[in-house]
């Protein structure tokens, strides 16, 4: 099970390809008994205007306080399961970064929109991940989809950097 949305928490953890989760991460006392565990995921970005430049920083959240496990289903298929819808929110990070980059003219409310729909692509993808794997019991549709998430953070490896610096035109006038 899985919860994307606007990052609200300060008892977060920004994705790093170097720190996988462990299931001390999830904090939140298990709220559900058909589930075994949630990972509460998001994007989370800050936009600072300047005279002449503009710095945006987007991160994928792992949101602590909100992630929950039953501790009688917890084992490390499920936890590799856990860490790959983690990873999609990454992969959905650095497609909003590649948006962001690649845009003529960006402000806050370009960013929002672009904001919006990839949040709501991200949700889909995390959805349609569940129920290939059928929330990791498929072996193989898992494993099809570790490999596929990993070959995507590859390709889209340019926009790993979380902090975006645009300039802004300087205008002369006459």
Known sequence: MLFCAASTSYNE??????????????????????FAALTATGISYSFTSKHTSFEIEVFAVF????SWVNKTFANE????????????????TRKLRKS??????????????????????LRRMQAFYDEETHHSLQSTEQQRWVNFVKKELQVLD???????IRRNPIVVRQ
Do not use: G
């Open 13 to 34: 953890i920004i994705w790093t390809k170097h720190d996988p989760l462990v299931w001390d991460d999830f904090s939140h006392k298990p709220m559900n008994e058909h």
């Open 63 to 66: 949101d602590r306080d909100e």
């Open 77 to 92: 298929k499920l936890l590799a399961h856990e860490q790959v819808h983690f990873d999609i929110t990454e992969l959905w």
């Open 100 to 121: 962001i980059e690649e845009a003529d003219f960006v402000n806050a409310e370009i960013l929002n929109s672009f904001y919006n729909v990839h949040l709501s692509d």
């Open 158 to 164: 340019a926009y790993q950097s979380s902090i975006i």
